[in-house]
């Protein structure tokens, strides 16, 4: 998921799942296996990022903010909206993968600036902004209601805000026609995953919530879809990845056996196994121009 983090620095001890404690990120961008992830996340989900983005209208001259970008493949087409005369901020807690060479272009387009920031604890940049967007981040956080109604204040009157995060529960299979031994592994390895999320306060439910998230801090005009790929080569790559990060909880947890972990890759590799991801719930909602944001918090249930 990119971008994600769990608590910021002051987080005290608390229930752990392999040895991370709850609110980890599981999936660390510190990783070998994560360019290969951010990489393989850009391909299935881009388009449908792009989509929802351009719906708002984005455009020469916006302001905006990509939170917990992960890697700069959003952020170069917002910096291409934009223009000279707009400026994007890009943001992470771990920026390995924002250095100049990672861009298209190998250089920080002008008007973009990369820093590091951990939006759960740190004081947020100045604002306001016409466009704030995070893709899988916020089902991560501890806090992401709190998380969202702070990105929220920062909207300039007629602003947006864009939250895409994971619905794990929405569709929970790694191969959703389970007709052979292999499928029902695939699925094993899926569900032990799940677990994994959970033990670290993940809300494997979060995505659909994300409308009544939006509404909930006053945003207006509140759309949102999701989307999946049923099967596709990079589901694939993304899902061996995935399986490789997390291989060793999985095995510890007794959640899967290593020869089955193998035997999953082996699988995967052989290009006969049909795996798709969670679906990725797009919401966007628009900051009213003659009121502001509710300061109150958003209903409960959420986490």
Known sequence: MTGARGPGPGTGPGPSVDGAPVGRYLLDNRQAEAGVRLAAIGELFDPATFRMLEATGVAAGWRCWEVGAGSPGVAAWLADRVGSSGRVLVTDLDTSWLSADAWPDGTV???????????????????????????????????????????????????????????PQLQPLACVDEYGPDQVLANRVRSGFRSLLAGRGVDLAFGRKVPRLLRSLGLAEVVAEAHFPVTSPVSSVLERATVEQTRAGLVDAGLVREDEVERHLANLSSGELDVTTAPMVSARGRRPVDRGVPRESPPGGDR
């Open 109 to 167: 387009p002008a008007g973009v600036t990369v820093t590091r920031h951990d939006v759960t604890t740190e004081p947020l940049p100045d604002g306001p902004f016409d466009l704030i967007h995070a893709r899988l981040l916020l089902v991560h956080l501890p806090d992401r209601a709190e998380v969202a109604r702070s990105l929220a204040g920062l909207l300039a009157p007629g602003g947006w805000l864009v939250i895409e995060d994971a619905d």
